[in-house]
């Protein structure tokens, strides 16, 4: 059998080899959720913050069929290229990975598949946005996002800002509790909802970077317990789009989305909330993501 293809940068690798704090963070931000310049500029600005925090950043993507973990400035550079050239970029969840890294493709990796390739490379905290999970209105479609699979079988801390707001929250706690999936609330009782900090969901609310830690060590010593730990990190408050003020937005862009579905169905809602919010969802989504990076940087710190 062939090797898979992986190439750990030569940053992550020390890190790694030196038993220094590692933090993953993913790329579809970069490849499908900002514009050019700003996507580079986030990337540059998320990597220089977690060093900040002590960390080694490892941005996980796929460049001509190698699974990149942590990117070198060639790398960065080619991913330039491939963004200003208007060429595909794919948007790749752990189900695409076998043959998009068969057929030398390229694309942002998602939570499903930037958890598999972080524990591949031996990286067990990982900090994104939002997790994919149950769409409104599953009874119909069945849309449920392979994210809550991988959480059930990859062990790996994620940090996020609870599901995207345009998902069935509540189904989607569901169905992590169906998987057998530790979800926990960072300092809150209350699951976030991603620009809001309130959802109307409890969780189980957990205080230190030690407990959590602690928590999933004990867990992964179980035999035959293999599911990741998710940490719902609320948005900061003055970056926070109240819940009653974001609502009517997401129900708009979800009416005005009837005829889209599959992967291009959550870049639509959320270009459509950037537009209908004027630049706010935006705003708070990338406040969101520096804030769940912060917390995994002190989780990373912890594991080491």
């Not at 059998?1 to 020390?14: A, N, T, Y």
């Not at 149950?134 to 800002?161: E, F, N, Q, T, Y």
């Not at 862009?253 to 959320?270: C, N, V």
């Amino acid at each position: 059998m062939k090797p898979f293809p992986l190439r750990i940068s030569s940053k992550v690798r020390q890190a790694i080899d030196t038993g220094k704090p590692v933090l993953a963070l993913e790329s579809t931000v970069i490849t499908h959720g900002l514009p050019y310049p700003q996507n580079l500029e986030y990337l540059t600005d998320m990597e220089t913050e977690a060093e900040k925090q002590g960390v080694t950043p490892a941005t996980i993507c796929v460049l001509n069929g190698q699974a990149l973990i942590g990117l070198e400035q060639q790398d960065i550079d080619l991913l330039r290229t491939k963004v200003t050239g208007k060429e595909e970029i794919m948007k790749l969840n752990l189900r695409d990975l076998g043959l998009a890294l068969a057929a030398k493709k390229s694309g942002g990796t998602t939570v499903s598949a930037t958890m598999a390739l972080a524990y591949q490379a031996g990286i067990r905290v990982f900090a994104t946005g939002g997790i994919g999970g149950v769409h409104r209105g599953w009874r119909d479609s069945r849309d449920i996002s392979l994210d809550i699979k991988a959480l059930s079988v990859i062990p790996i801390i994620v940090v996020c800002a609870g599901c995207k707001a345009i998902l069935d929250i509540g189904a989607t706690l569901e169905a992590l509790e169906t998987e057998g999936v530790p979800v926990y609330g960072w300092q809150t009782s209350e699951f976030p909802s991603f620009y809001s900090r309130k959802s109307g969901h409890r969780v189980t609310q957990i205080n230190s970077a030690q407990s959590v830690v602690q928590a999933f060590n004990l867990m992964q010593a179980l035999k035959g317990v293999h599911s990741g730990m998710l940490i719902a990190n609320p948005i900061p408050a003055e970056a926070e789009i109240p819940f009653e003020e974001i609502e009517p937005f997401i129900q708009q862009a979800i009416t005005d989305a009837k005829s889209i579905s599959g992967k291009a169905l959550t870049p639509y809602l959320l270009d459509h909330l950037a537009k209908s919010t004027e630049g706010r969802s935006v705003k708070a989504n990338l406040a969101l993501l520096q804030n769940n990076l912060r917390l995994g940087a002190e989780l990373a710190k912890e594991m080491t």
